[in-house]
């Protein structure tokens, strides 16, 4: 069972490190900087380059994408202890599902409370409809035990 927990960690830790480098890399091409979830333009990121494009075109191509953001937010520590201490009563077999719900139920209630923060993202509107569908008030345990139930009805 230790062993197990601790291969989970590391697969999450390395998937957590693997996401970091690729947007890193991407905002190094793209000359732009990393956006902060919390408060706009991350404070450690380097500045932009110059730019030598027209305006117009520039902001369509450096919109930061709310995809990013949610990978960005959803691998964090922070987000992983809260789904963990969210499931922590979560029969062994729906821990992963919990946690799955539980973090998008913790990512849609970050999203609905600042909203005005995150306006001008691509998938804006997309991830604005698909969180008008989700209750942020269920039990993630509950809902894993229902979503497991009703798989089970469906192959029987």
Same mark, same amino acid.
């Given at each position: ?10 697969? %999450? ?7 970091? &480098?690729?947007?890193?890399?991407? /905002?190094?091409?793209?000359?732009? /900087? ?6 706009? $333009?991350? $404070? ?9 494009? $027209? ?8 919109? $930061? ?9 959803? %691998? ?9 201490? &969210? =499931? /922590? ?5 729906? !821990?992963?599902? =919990? ?10 209630? &970050? &999203? ?18 698909? =969180? ?8 993630? !345990? ?15």
């Amino acid at each position: 069972m230790a062993r197990l927990l601790a291969a989970l960690v590391a697969a %999450l830790a390395c998937a957590a490190a693997a996401v970091n &480098l690729r947007r890193e890399r991407g /905002a190094r091409a793209r000359g732009t /900087a990393e956006m902060w979830p919390f408060s706009g $333009p991350s $404070p450690f990121a380097r500045s932009a380059p110059a730019a030598s494009k $027209p305006a117009a075109v520039e902001t369509a191509a450096a919109a $930061p994408r709310i995809e990013d953001l949610k990978d960005q937010v959803m %691998l964090s520590s922070a987000f992983g202890k809260k789904t963990q201490a &969210l =499931c /922590a009563e979560a029969p062994q077999e729906e !821990v992963r599902r =919990c946690r799955q719900l539980a973090g998008e139920r913790l990512f849609c209630a &970050l &999203l609905h409370r600042h909203m005005d923060k995150y306006e001008g993202m691509q998938g804006i509107s997309a991830e604005k409809e698909r =969180c008008s569908n989700v209750d942020i008030m269920e039990n993630a !345990v509950e809902a894993a035990k229902d979503e497991h139930e009703q798989e089970e009805a469906a192959q029987a």
